[in-house]
Structures are given as structure tokens and as C-alpha cells.
């Protein structure tokens, strides 16, 4: 079964993006030979792999504060609906146009939603805080998308939010432990420190 792994313990206060990336690079190869495995050799079907998931990341998220993290509003650019866009304008007393100069640029050609954030860090992340939180976008509701179903279908971006999302890199390790994935060498894992 290879090494045992090596643990790699610290304070959640302390992630970082080198951090996290440096633990996905070190996983990306192994996680890629993973993704094969769930495709073509897991005994599972992909509604079990799915329960899986969702309860690997229950006991994931349950020891983690996202509001400490934030990477992914460092480092992702959420795209808007037109409803979100008016919404959120309407929120920060700005007419459509101008929240949209101000903030947003063109998403990509094809994209049901046609705006997506200018800059990152996001411009409404105030200290770790989402400053429009009751109106942040679907994008931003639903990430890290760990409960949305099809896993098996959805790895190569599973794999991607390793390099930003301590919980998905977490979730990623527990569930090649669960499904019994055959590991080489060694590799580390984030070992958190307790529930805040």
C-alpha cells in the first residue's frame, strides 16, 4: 500500500495559497491516476461515490472556518446572472451600469451567465468577509460544489479546487482512503487543528 502518510500539521489561521498549492502540486499526479479510478475500476456506482462525498465533506467542513481561509475569494472570479448583477447593484445603491464598469467584465463566449468579476481578490471580500454575503451569487453559494452530485463526472475540476480549497483537497484524501485507492509513496494531508 505504499508509505504511510505524512501528516502536515497546521493552524487553519495559517493557509495560504503557496501553501495549498504546494500540497496539490505534490497530489496533482496521483489525484489525476484517481480520477481514472473512479472512471474505470471502483467496485462503487456514482450515486454511492456521491454519499461518499457529501459525507466526507460534512466532516471536513465541520472543522473548518472558511471565514479565516477566503482563498477562493483571493483567487476565483465568480460570474453573475443578470438577476445577481441588478440584485447586488441595487444592494450597493449603484445603478446596473455602473456596478457592472466597476466591477465586472464579459465571462466567457457561451456562459449562461454573462458577467464575471474584473479583478481578484474579489473587490467585496472586507476582512475574510463577504461584504455582500446575503446576496453573493450562485457561484459563490455553491462553492466549493463538493454537495452537488456526479463526482465521478467532475473531477478534472475537483482536482483544480485542490490548488485553491483546503476543504476539497481534504475531501479529495479521505475519499481515495474510503474507496481504498492504492497510493504511491507518500503524500501530504492537511491535518487540521480542531473546530472554531
Excluded at 22 to 32: R, S, Y
Excluded at 131 to 153: H, M, N
Aim: one cysteine or more; glycine letters at 4%.
Amino acid at each position: 500500500m505504499g508509505h504511510p502518510a505524512r501528516f502536515i500539521t497546521f493552524n487553519i489561521m495559517a493557509v495560504d495559497l503557496v501553501q495549498i498549492r504546494k500540497l496539490a502540486e505534490t497530489q496533482e499526479e496521483e489525484n489525476l491516476r484517481f480520477r481514472q479510478f473512479l472512471k474505470t475500476r471502483c467496485n462503487l456506482e456514482p450515486d454511492k461515490i456521491d454519499e461518499r462525498v457529501f459525507e466526507a465533506t460534512r466532516r471536513v467542513w465541520a472543522g473548518t472556518d472558511c471565514t479565516v481561509c477566503a482563498n477562493c475569494c483571493r483567487e476565483m472570479k465568480p460570474t453573475f446572472s443578470e438577476e445577481e448583477v441588478c440584485r447586488i447593484a441595487r444592494r450597493l445603491g449603484m445603478e446596473r451600469q455602473q456596478f457592472v464598469e466597476t466591477h465586472l467584465e464579459p465571462s466567457d463566449a457561451g456562459s449562461e451567465n454573462p458577467w464575471r468579476c474584473r479583478a481578484t481578490p474579489c473587490p467585496f471580500l472586507k476582512n475574510n468577509l463577504c461584504s455582500i454575503y446575503e446576496d453573493r451569487p450562485a457561484d459563490c453559494r455553491g462553492y466549493p460544489y463538493l454537495y452537488e452530485r456526479d463526482f465521478v463526472f467532475r473531477t478534472m475540476g475537483m482536482i483544480e479546487r485542490t490548488f485553491t480549497c483546503p476543504i476539497v483537497y481534504e475531501v479529495m484524501e479521505e475519499l481515495k482512503k474510503s474507496l481504498g485507492f492504492l497510493r504511491t509513496g507518500s503524500q501530504p494531508r492537511i491535518k487540521k487543528a480542531g473546530k472554531r
